[in-house]
């Protein structure tokens, strides 16, 4: 547990003191923000920065900081270093200046940053690219909120009508002016998802568990071992570590509990609500702190329940037998490899929080990812009619772009659902497309402040990071070559590569 207080004190603190250090860059000042200037009772309206707040907290949380800090566990301690040095100097920094920079460019969205100041090919890229990853966020986070909601109402053939219901709320929510239901009922989902996480954080200082320290991660050989099924080695920690090794597959699997690609297509939603530039910092850099949070929490709860047995105290070993069958593995010391994540949120939060408690808890874990399925797709809609220029006052307009939108996530969500792994499988592409979407905006927000004689290293250094982070997945993954070996030969090179591209622009951009 010492790891993890340091570590919940580092976040707070880190609001306080680089927060402010990020926000004398940019400099907010009283100028008009677009939803006072631009209001179209639509997508540019003012609303009250409490609500601004959680709604953009709702926006980027989702299933990305309670899921991936679960698998990200599997890479033991080491999770919470990503998840403290990544939130503060990385992810917050993130969404606080691609928040500004929509704040001064009438409330844009991201491509349309990216286009003007990485250039119009580039632009072209990330429309295809961020719509696509925005239709993936659309089928994620259809399919674990319905498996949840299944498993509190209605057992197993109940998926497919929650899958239907959930889309169905999509569709209208996408559709309807953000202050009709977004406005109203995302800050109560959000003081869910805060309560929720407040009631484990009880818990575990009730609990004081003895957990994995940063200072012990060479023991983690040992917390579970391998075990021989129908003659394969069904691996332990050990074992999947040397099949994802830990850099960069880490950096991939806890994405929104440090940075997240995603969060740049979703605070120019906020950018069009806010009343004052000066209420930036606590909205977008404050919101990510809080995502943070959440995702210690996650991450030390798992922790407990993996390393040290802890599933044996909040689910029956009947319960987990069973789920283990399904996976063809006789018993759960192996859970780490095999768990449903969503069943994990379940069980641990009907344990700990009690009917009430839990009840209310999963809730808030629903309504993160639904929520945040419905402004992946308001995000897609404003990007397409950005990019054709189509008015979004009318109805008719906003359905001509929407219709596609929908009917694309619903492809990929029927081959998620036919394919065993499909979820894992489909989350590994959303994590690498996240972080990669990650890396344009953060170049993006580095030449901004380079060209207007801002302290460019702020995001120059997390840029060259996650890029070396996305190349070195491509290589490393199993999922694709499968060759950790070149690993720091290709992280070097792209150092190199990157750190003599950005000096050769610099230059020539000092020249102009």
Same mark, same amino acid.
């Given at each position: 547990?010492? #790891?993890?207080?340091?570590?919940?004190?580092?976040?707070?603190?880190?609001?306080?003191?680089?927060?402010?250090?990020?926000?004398?860059?940019?400099?907010?000042?009283?100028?008009?923000?677009?939803?006072?200037?631009?209001?179209?009772?639509?997508?540019?309206?003012?609303?009250?920065?409490?609500?601004?707040?959680?709604?953009?907290?709702?926006?980027?949380?989702?299933?990305?900081?309670?899921?991936?800090?679960?698998?990200?566990?599997?890479?033991?301690?080491?999770?919470?270093?990503?998840?403290?040095?990544?939130?503060?100097?990385?992810?917050?920094?993130?969404?606080?200046?691609?928040?500004?920079?929509?704040?001064?460019?009438?409330?844009?969205? $991201?491509?349309?940053?990216?286009?003007?100041?990485?250039?119009?090919?580039? %632009?072209?890229?990330?429309?295809?690219?961020?719509?696509?990853?925005?239709?993936?966020?659309?089928?994620?986070?259809?399919?674990?909120?319905?498996?949840?909601?299944?498993?509190?109402?209605?057992?197993?053939?109940?998926?497919?009508?929650?899958?239907?219901?959930?889309?169905?709320?999509?569709?209208?929510?996408? $559709?309807?002016?953000?202050?009709?239901?977004?406005?109203?009922?995302?800050?109560?989902?959000?003081?869910?998802?805060?309560?929720?996480?407040?009631?484990?954080?009880?818990?575990?200082?009730?609990?004081?568990?003895?957990?994995?320290? @940063?200072?012990?991660?060479?023991?983690?050989?040992?917390? &579970?071992?391998?075990?021989?099924?129908?003659?394969?080695? &069904?691996?332990?920690?050990?074992?999947?570590?040397?099949?994802?090794?830990?850099?960069?597959?880490?950096?991939?699997?806890?994405?929104?509990?440090?940075?997240?690609?995603?969060?740049? &297509?979703?605070?120019?939603? /906020?950018?069009?609500?806010?009343?004052?530039? %000066?209420?930036? !910092?606590?909205?977008?850099?404050?919101?990510?702190?809080?995502?943070?949070?959440?995702?210690?929490?996650?991450?030390?709860?798992?922790?407990?329940?993996?390393?040290?047995?802890?599933?044996?105290?909040?689910?029956?070993?009947?319960?987990?037998?069973?789920?283990?069958?399904?996976?063809?593995?006789?018993?759960?010391?192996? =859970?780490?490899?095999?768990?449903?994540?969503?069943? @994990?949120?379940?069980?641990?939060?009907?344990?700990?929080?009690?009917?009430?408690?839990? &009840?209310?808890? +999963?809730?808030?874990?629903?309504?993160?990812?639904?929520?945040?399925?419905?402004?992946?797709? %308001? #995000?897609? %809609?404003?990007?397409?009619?950005?990019?054709?220029?189509?008015? *979004?006052?009318?109805?008719? !307009?906003?359905?001509?772009?929407? +219709?596609?939108?929908?009917?694309?996530? =619903?492809?990929?969500?029927?081959?998620?659902?036919?394919?065993?792994?499909?979820?894992?499988?489909?989350? *590994?592409?959303?994590?690498?497309?996240?972080?990669?979407?990650?890396?344009?905006?953060?170049?993006?927000?580095?030449?901004? $402040?380079?060209?207007?004689?801002?302290?460019?290293?702020?995001?120059?250094?997390?840029?060259?990071? /996650?890029?070396?982070?996305?190349?070195?997945?491509?290589?490393?993954?199993?999922?694709?070559?499968?060759?950790?070996?070149?690993?720091?030969?290709?992280? $070097?090179?792209?150092?190199?590569?990157?750190?003599?591209?950005?000096?050769?622009?610099?230059?020539?951009? !000092?020249?102009?």
């Amino acid at each position: 547990m010492i #790891s993890f207080i340091i570590s919940l004190i580092a976040l707070v603190v880190g609001y306080f003191i680089y927060g402010a250090i990020v926000e004398r860059v940019m400099r907010p000042d009283d100028r008009q923000t677009p939803a006072v200037r631009l209001a179209d009772g639509v997508d540019f309206v003012a609303l009250p920065t409490w609500k601004v707040f959680m709604i953009q907290f709702l926006n980027i949380a989702g299933t990305g900081p309670i899921f991936g800090a679960i698998m990200g566990m599997r890479f033991g301690p080491a999770s919470y270093l990503w998840i403290v040095l990544g939130c503060i100097f990385a992810g917050a920094v993130h969404d606080f200046m691609s928040g500004m920079l929509s704040l001064r460019h009438d409330g844009a969205n $991201l491509p349309t940053l990216i286009g003007k100041y990485l250039g119009n090919g580039t %632009r072209v890229v990330m429309l295809v690219f961020t719509v696509f990853l925005l239709m993936m966020v659309g089928a994620v986070f259809v399919y674990s909120p319905a498996l949840i909601l299944k498993d509190m109402w209605g057992g197993n053939d109940t998926t497919i009508w929650w899958i239907i219901a959930i889309f169905a709320y999509y569709v209208i929510a996408t $559709l309807l002016p953000i202050d009709k239901i977004i406005g109203r009922v995302y800050p109560l989902f959000a003081i869910a998802l805060l309560v929720m996480a407040a009631g484990l954080l009880v818990g575990l200082f009730v609990k004081m568990p003895h957990l994995p320290e @940063l200072w012990n991660m060479g023991d983690m050989a040992q917390w &579970t071992g391998s075990q021989v099924v129908d003659g394969k080695d &069904t691996l332990g920690v050990a074992g999947y570590l040397q099949k994802n090794p830990w850099f960069p597959c880490l950096f991939i699997t806890i994405a929104c509990g440090a940075i997240s690609g995603f969060h740049a &297509t979703q605070s120019p939603l /906020m950018a069009r609500c806010l009343k004052s530039e %000066r209420l930036a !910092r606590p909205v977008f850099y404050g919101a990510m702190i809080t995502e943070g949070i959440v995702a210690l929490i996650w991450a030390t709860v798992s922790s407990y329940f993996f390393y040290y047995g802890g599933w044996k105290e909040v689910v029956s070993p009947e319960a987990v037998n069973e789920f283990m069958a399904q996976v063809h593995l006789p018993n759960g010391e192996n =859970l780490i490899q095999y768990f449903d994540a969503p069943q @994990l949120v379940n069980w641990v939060c009907s344990s700990w929080l009690g009917i009430f408690g839990g &009840t209310l808890a +999963v809730l808030g874990v629903v309504a993160a990812p639904i929520t945040s399925g419905d402004t992946a797709f %308001r #995000s897609a %809609r404003l990007i397409i009619a950005e990019a054709l220029h189509f008015e *979004q006052k009318s109805m008719v !307009r906003r359905l001509m772009i929407s +219709v596609p939108l929908f009917v694309a996530s =619903l492809l990929l969500l029927i081959w998620q659902m036919e394919n065993r792994d499909g979820f894992n499988v489909l989350w *590994q592409y959303f994590g690498w497309s996240n972080q990669a979407l990650s890396v344009f905006t953060l170049w993006m927000i580095t030449v901004y $402040l380079a060209r207007n004689h801002k302290a460019y290293i702020i995001t120059l250094i997390p840029a060259i990071f /996650m890029t070396v982070v996305c190349t070195s997945f491509l290589i490393a993954s199993p999922e694709a070559l499968g060759r950790g070996d070149l690993t720091p030969w290709v992280g $070097l090179a792209v150092i190199v590569i990157a750190v003599i591209w950005f000096a050769m622009w610099l230059k020539k951009e !000092r020249k102009k």
